[in-house]
């Protein structure tokens, strides 16, 4: 009942009313429910979320339009323990969990609860459309954005090397789609090399964890050096994978210097972040065989030409070494006639030489007998001249004949050194061998052999008997990369 107020309380002798701290409550909420009679539906920002011991929910929703920081317009919202799991079902169905920044439309009933002084709204539904019509929005406009900055194909433009064996990999560790990726590298044989750097994939920090992640290994990590960045995860719910969606990734991988690569496990939707990379998968395991994939075509392509050099060089090899064969069998047919013509003709100089030697000493002897025999007694000055003359004579004849011979020789030996050269003998000391049919034919290529036939290999000590068994080319080509 109200109080009559004394002095003090107003005019002396007009009552005023005067309510305890309960019946205030009781028109407050009187009030609101004249105002609200039923339940009513509420739009705000999620600030922050907090669970009791019991397990009863608070959140606390801002009017972001109104104001900002402290003085934005407030209320608490209140789940109980035994309500959230009906009331946030579909929006666990759909793959959303309530976050901090999220601007959500809630029904429930207001009041005011006495014991706290505050007015609340029991939760008893969440407009998931609403939610998700609003992501779907904040996503285009996003998009829209990184259109109008010229950053939406920017990352598609950067080139990746020819050989991308050095990956920068963006994920959760021993997490099953980081072990599915590794496991396609791992498995293909081939060097890859792997800068692993952490970082969450789902939850509040995980957007700035994957774009800070993004920045290290764009920017350069010490001495690593890398050709492609590669984001992975594993399946999860369209909730689960809301941090591809985020503007700060996406920001991110649209500056990167590198090309980006995105491995996200999804079959529905595409995320933000596979909008914006050079190239995005539907699984970790897609984006590892794709990287195996390009190595290998790379692979592939320098085999056939080492096998294709391999192959022409030994063609030359051989084709130089037949025309070697005939060049030396030709020089010698025409080397041995030419030898044996000088040879001779060595000979008959050699004979006239004699023979002219010995009638010009004849000569002066058959003089000097005459001489002694008319004039008897000469004197010993007279006769030693004499004998100087003659000896002149024979020394100037032996000098010409001997030039004559040292000419002779030298051609011989001339002819004997080009010879020489060209002997298969040298070949066969060089390594080489040659074989040839029981008919003494020598086996020049593949085609002169057949399976049965007997050969006799020739080499530079001795001679060895073959029955061929079988006949194949031999072509061997090693290449590896690092």
Known sequence: MPAVGGSGSGLAGIAEPTFSVGEVYDRLSGAIRGAFPSECWVTGEIRQHTTSRAGHHYIDLVDASSGSGDRAPTLSVVAYANQWPAVTRPLREAGYELVAGMVVRVRGRLGVYAPSGKISLTLAAIDLESLLGRLALERQRLIDSLKREGLYDRNRGVPLPSVPLR???????????????????????????VTLVPSTVQGDGAPRELASAVGRLDTGMGPA???????????????????????????????????????????????????????????????????????????TSVSVRASYLAERGMELVSQRDRMLHRTVERIGDLAVPRIMRAEHEVGVLRGRAVRALDHRLSLPVAHLEQSAGRLGTFSVRCNAVAIERILRSVGQLGHRAGAVLDRAQERSSNWERLLAA???????????????????????????????????????????????????PALLVGVQVH
């Open 167 to 193: 990956i920068g990999l963006v994920a959760s560790p021993d997490t099953e789609g980081c072990r599915d990726f590794l496991g396609q590298l791992h498995g293909s044989g081939y060097g890859f090399r």
């Open 225 to 299: 050096e890398i050709d492609v960045i590669v984001l992975v995860r594993g399946g999860g719910s369209r909730g689960d994978l809301g941090a591809f969606d985020s503007e700060v990734l996406a920001r991110a991988i649209a500056m990167a210097s590198h090309p980006v690569w995105v491995g996200v496990g999804h079959t529905s939707d595409r995320s933000v972040a596979d909008e914006i990379a050079s190239r995005s998968f539907i699984t970790p395991t897609a984006c590892g065989q794709e990287l195996v994939a390009i190595v290998d075509a790379f692979w």
């Open 422 to 472: 060209y002997d298969y003998h040298r070949q066969l000391e060089r390594g080489y061998a040659i074989v040839r049919d029981e008919g003494g034919q020598v086996l020049r290529g593949i085609a002169a052999f057949k399976e049965g036939a007997r050969t006799v290999t020739e080499l530079s000590d001795g001679h060895v008997a073959s029955v061929v068994e079988g006949i194949s």
